[in-house]
């Protein structure tokens, strides 16, 4: 089990956890409710562009942080 005791951390699952819920809204998938990943994502980071642009810039972004 893994322990997220700092903001830093949190943040990091926070990012990765977007880019995993942006990729399922390329395939199709929905949020039940409340803002999608992708809405968040370019909200958040100003990409433009359709579901697969915005998950390759973001994904690119996170490889540069050392998240993906």
Do not use: H
């Amino acid at each position: 089990m893994m322990v997220l005791n700092s903001p830093t951390k949190i943040e990091a699952f926070r990012l990765c956890t977007l880019l995993k819920g942006l990729k399922l809204e390329t395939m199709g998938m929905k949020m039940s409710r409340g803002a999608s990943c992708y809405q968040i994502v370019k909200e958040d980071f100003g990409f433009k562009g359709n579901k697969q642009k915005v998950y390759e810039q973001f994904k690119e972004l996170l490889k540069k942080e050392g998240l993906a």
